[in-house]
């Protein structure tokens, strides 16, 4: 890494100043050393320090790394954005406690809440593909032979555990739930289990915006679906529901016990020596596996890249949180033939809601309740979630409605599992890289993996640090560039008003287009009069008329800001070229 690193240096030096400023070779190549000799520095002290104040370095070197990423975060926009994805990270998890969701309830949950946004299908090696269940569903239609009715399945799967509950005697009062997303913006949304399919959308008043979404839902425990005992009335929808579920379930089988055993060997290897057929059995020796080799932790360290990050986590480091626990149980389940997918959302406690004025509850969401489980496919349930990461805080960890506890126990125990049954033939802790007295709680968990390599990781951090800074600069960069190309007209007409400011093109301007139009020519010749008043009459158009612009005329106002973009960009000297392009994101 510091080779790379002083590589980079060295490049950047020798093209900014050698190329750039016209300056002679014997100069750039001076740049080049002192770079070198800087860097030599700074490895020098970070030997000095590993040295002398290791505890104190590691505890510093996470802090630092954990307010830098906060930061960073919060500054280019990331914090603010509710996500669930299928990535499966190989460093440390520094949560910001910024408000993502408003989770308003009807009835106060007695069961932790499972909000699912992402599902995962395919694990490719540190990573899930999003589960899709189109293909699925044509697989149904092919076992039931239900071509022609193919378009029903969905809707009829999706609301069927839901309706069904909904018609057993005496059935339990559904809850209501209402989503509202802090930032604004729902391109990602969420749903319980045991929900209906349909969403109840809200909206302002005035101006039409989404302010969030509602549905209802059952709790686990209020799950009792009795086929013999369905109403009447539904006896024929009892009966596809029936061969529905059971078709699901055998396309699930096909689909979700997959797994890639050529980058997972030992994984594979321990579930083949550890043969079980029963659910319980085969949830107790995932549960006890995870608890027996690992330990949570948010700073875990970094998972080298020459090997999956999974296995690194089970049989050499033993550290990690949720994204890790719930990718190794749906991976384990599926090697014993357990359709199970992971899925990531957020994770809401009872106690997490606040009684309001109305008689509703309401919960805060922030990144911190940020969350990956795995999820089994149960008959009379669909997708259920099993919580397989240690109980962190308050959470309560739950298993899913059925469990025999009893089973658990015995795994724990000396019975049918001790804790050897958990290790490999022939393997001891010590051998699979982590010791008995290696486990260390969430502060200093990062620490153990990186014995013996002080320098590396001092130099590291360092360079992590800016790497991160860039990296996260340039992401903010291509995002507000990419909004750019989205942008409606009368946010692009304030964007470009902006961009002649900055460019101090608008000084004494009275705020008319017309004299828009007449700067805009003049800071930019290759734009005609007659182009400057076409863009101008677009934009009021767009500003006070009934219809929105057309794609040509949004395409033409879009070059005539690229064009006065690099017009002023260009007039800019290298400080405030960089806040052009990076601070304020005006442009390439």
Known sequence: MSVLALFQVSFWSVRE??????????????????????????????????????????????????????????????????????????????????????????????????????????????????????ELFDRVAEILEWEQ??????????????????????????????????SGEYDQLYAPYYSQSQRSWSYEAEGGRVTGYSCRYFEGQDMNIQWDQVELYLEREKYWYQMIQEAYGEAAREAYTQVPADILPRLTQLCRENPLEDL?????????????????????????????????FLFETGRGYCVHYASAAALMYRLYGIP???????VIAPDDFRQQDDGSWLASVTDEAAHAWVEIFLEDYGWTPVEVTPASGERQTEVYP???????ENWSGTGNGGTEAAQPSGETAEETGRADDSRTDENTGARAGWDGEQTVITLGCLSWLVWTLLVLMEERRNRRLAELETMDCPGLYDRLAQVMGFGRKLDGWDGSQGEMAKRLT????????????????????????????????????????????????????????????????FGK
């Open 340 to 346: 199970a997918r992971y899925a990531a959302g957020y």
């Open 280 to 312: 319980d059995e085969i949830t107790a020796f995932i549960l006890h596996t995870l608890a027996a080799r690992t330990t949570y932790t948010l700073t875990p360290g970094y998972a080298p890249l020459n090997g999956d990050v999974v296995e690194n």
């Open 149 to 182: 009715w193919a378009y029903m399945i969905s809707g009829m799967y999706y609301n069927m555990y839901y309706t069904l509950n909904s018609h057993m005697p005496d059935p339990p009062e559904p809850n209501t739930v209402v989503i509202r997303h802090s």
């Open 17 to 134: 100043v050698g190329v750039r400023k016209g300056v002679r070779k014997r100069t750039a190549g001076r740049t080049a050393l002192f770079a070198a000799a800087l860097w030599g520095v700074i490895l020098l002290a970070g030997i000095c320090l590993a040295s002398g104040f290791e505890d104190s370095l590691y505890q510093a070197v996470y802090e630092t790394e954990g307010f830098v990423t906060r930061t960073l975060r919060q500054l280019s926009g990331q914090a603010d954005e509710p996500s669930a994805d299928g990535r499966v990270s190989r460093g440390n998890l520094y949560r910001t406690g910024t408000e993502q969701l408003e989770v308003e309830v009807s009835s106060l949950p007695e069961q932790t809440l499972y909000l699912k946004g992402f599902t995962g299908g395919t694990y490719i090696g540190d990573e899930w593909i999003r589960s899709g269940d189109d």
């Open 522 to 585: 003049l800071t930019v010749p290759a734009v005609s009069p007659k182009d400057a008043d076409r863009a101008m009459e677009i934009f009021a158009r767009a500003a006070y008329g009934k219809h929105l612009p057309e794609a040509g005329d949004m395409r033409f106002v879009r070059d005539i800001y690229r064009q006065a973009a690099g017009a002023v960009c260009r007039e800019c000297g290298p400080g405030r070229r960089w806040m052009f392009r990076y601070l304020y994101v």
């Open 402 to 408: 059925g469990f025999d506890a009893a089973v658990l």
